[in-house]
Structures are given as structure tokens and as C-alpha cells.
């Protein structure tokens, strides 16, 4: 009968198998990956995760590495266990004033994607984001600020032998006023949604001052492969003209 063909039918026809989809990391803003580096409860220097187990920051910070605690944007806090030369995310002398922290445990698989890092250095006519923490430092404020030529800059910090300044570093106008020395060491400037540089003296210190002073960052690797690119395509221009 038609009835029990149609029965037939429908039990011997195939089924689609569903393949279960996998989640994928989701997109950390930019602002999560800033961390406060705090010492028996006080905010002493800050940093950025570069990766689940490591907390990029100034060179400066590393003196005080014990009891050091990382707390991040959501409240959450990890032991610092050891440091090590921040390899990687400058180039030259300014390797020397970045340090990796070492990790008690190993952050939320959200942070296994790197921050984006500038991978070349800026022009000076660049304007740039400088971050700070609010007065509660419990948030970041943003503020678009104008880079310093070093000339100008060694003259605002007191720096005629230029001990401070090098290639390695930058500066940023900051006129905001506090009547103490603000910890921002360890706080990052941003252009286009990447990490460029890290303040390595804080604000108004040792005195008031009008700039603030950054080590460059620069994701090594990408820094040199973009240079390699140029050689190559330069060298093929010549041999096609």
C-alpha cells in the first residue's frame, strides 16, 4: 500500500548529523588588559597582560616584586611569583626598562589573545590617547594628548645630559595637576587601539611637571618582519625597473 511505502521512506532516510560549534574567544577591550600592580593594598605601579601567565610593565616596578599583587578590572587578584627582562616588546635600550611578572596562576582564556602592539614608531605630529586612572583608581580616564620632540622635553623633565631620554623613549604633554607624585608608572599611551608606550616615571615626579615620560613598545617581531617586507619589495622594484 502507498501508506507503508511512505512509512518505509521516512524510517530509511538519512539524518544530518549536527557538528556541535565551538565558542570563540571573545574580543577583550583594550581597557581590561590594564592591570593595577598593588602592594599591602596600595596602587604602586601598573601594567598590561600580554598574555595569560605575564604582566608587562616598567623596569622601575621590579624593585618592589615581593608581596606584589596584580588585581585586575573585575576585582580579581593573582600573586606575583618572580620577573624577568621584557624580551620582545621593544627593541635596543629599551628592553633594559621593560619587565615580565610572572603569574601565581594562569588568567581566563579570554587574555590567550594578545593586546594589539604599535609595530612601528610614531611620527611626532601623531596625536595620541594618554591613560591614567581616575581619582578612585578604579577606572581609566583618556585623554588625547600631543607628543614632545626629546629637545623640548629634556628642558621641561631637567634632562640637559639626556640620562633619561633615548631613542628608546618618548614624551607626552600632561599638564594635569595633583599635589603629589602620581604612581602611572607602568600606564600605557594608545594610538589606534594599540599599546605604544609605558610610563616609567609617573606624573609631577619627582616635581611638577608638564611631560611625561614613555618607553616605546614595539611588538619585535612584527617590527621586524615589516622592516624585512620593505627590503624585500625594494629590492624588487629595482630588478623590475
Not at 571573545?26 to 600580554?50: A, F, N, T, W
Not at 607602568?186 to 589606534?192: A, D, E, M, S
Not at 605604544?196 to 615626579?205: A, K, R, S
Request: proline fraction near 5%; charge should be positive; charged fraction near 20%.
Amino acid at each position: 500500500m502507498a501508506s507503508d511505502h511512505l512509512y518505509r521512506y521516512q524510517k530509511t532516510k538519512p539524518t544530518t548529523t549536527r557538528i556541535p560549534q565551538v565558542s570563540a574567544i571573545p574580543e577583550v577591550p583594550l581597557d581590561h588588559y590594564v592591570v593595577r600592580l598593588m602592594k599591602e593594598d596600595q596602587l604602586v605601579c601598573s601594567g598590561i597582560i600580554v598574555n595569560q601567565h605575564q604582566v608587562l610593565t616598567a623596569t622601575t616596578c621590579s624593585a618592589v616584586t615581593s608581596g606584589l599583587v596584580v588585581k585586575l578590572y573585575d576585582g580579581s587578584t593573582y600573586t606575583v611569583t618572580d620577573h624577568i627582562p621584557g624580551k620582545g616588546y621593544s627593541i635596543g635600550v629599551g628592553v633594559e626598562l621593560l619587565t615580565l611578572l610572572n603569574l601565581n596562576t594562569t588568567l581566563e582564556d579570554a587574555f590567550s589573545r594578545a593586546p594589539s602592539i604599535c609595530s612601528h614608531r610614531l611620527a611626532m605630529g601623531e596625536i595620541v590617547q594618554l591613560w591614567t586612572w581616575n581619582s578612585r583608581k578604579t577606572g581609566l580616564r583618556k585623554k588625547r594628548v600631543s607628543q614632545i620632540p626629546d629637545r623640548r622635553c629634556k628642558q621641561i623633565i631637567n634632562d640637559p645630559e639626556m640620562l633619561v631620554l633615548s631613542n628608546a623613549t618618548s614624551c607626552l604633554s600632561n599638564t594635569a595637576w595633583s599635589k603629589t607624585c602620581q604612581p602611572n608608572i607602568g600606564l600605557p599611551y594608545v594610538y589606534k587601539q594599540s599599546f605604544c608606550g609605558l610610563n616609567i616615571l609617573g606624573h609631577n615626579c619627582p616635581k611638577a611637571s608638564e611631560a611625561d615620560v614613555y618607553i616605546r613598545l614595539l611588538d619585535e617581531k612584527r617590527f621586524i618582519s615589516e622592516k624585512m617586507n620593505q627590503v624585500r619589495l625594494a629590492r624588487l622594484d629595482r630588478f623590475l625597473i
